[in-house]
Structure formats: C-alpha cells, structure tokens
C-alpha cells in the first residue's frame, strides 16, 4: 500500500527536533487527520463503482418499488 499525503508529511516532521516538538503536540489531531483523509479517499472510490460492485450488503427490490429514503422524515408510519 502506498502512503498517503499525510504520512509523508508527518513523516518530514519527525526529521527535524521542531517537527517532532510540533507532531508530539499535535499527535492526537494528526491521527485522526489521516483517518478522516482514508475514509473519504474510500468514499470516493466507492461512489465511482457501478451498483453491483459496490462493497457492503446487496439488497434486491422488485421492479417499480421505491427506492429507500436516504434519510428519516421525522413522520412515524
């Protein structure tokens, strides 16, 4: 797997006694950074693939049935 943006970045902080100060400081938000960044390069890739090979549960309607909402009215049925 190739390393991503942030970790080289994080990476040519760690080179020098400031960048491992500020790292130190900022470890907890630099994690999480890279999180966030994976997540949403994984979004990404999965909005672009075609319905049946997207990853993650398959579920099959009936030809004419609505589609799900994608999110909740606020009504109770």
């Known amino acids: 797997m190739a390393l ?3 970790a080289t970045a994080v990476g040519g902080l760690l080179l020098s006694k400031s ?17 966030a960044w994976e997540l ?3 979004h990404k890739a999965n ?9 993650g ?3 099959t309607r ?7 909402r994608s999110r909740w009215s606020g009504r109770r049925a």
Do not use: C, M, N, V
Not at 47 to 55: C, D, I, N, S, T
Not at 62 to 67: N, R, T, V
């Open 40 to 42: 949403y390069r994984q």
């Open 47 to 55: 909005q672009g693939a075609p319905e049946g090979l997207k990853p």
């Open 19 to 35: 960048g491992r100060q500020f790292a130190g400081r900022h470890a907890g938000k630099l994690a999480l950074a890279t999180l």
């Open 4 to 6: 991503s943006r942030i």
């Open 62 to 68: 009936a030809k004419g049935d609505k589609h799900p």
């Open 57 to 59: 549960p398959q579920t």
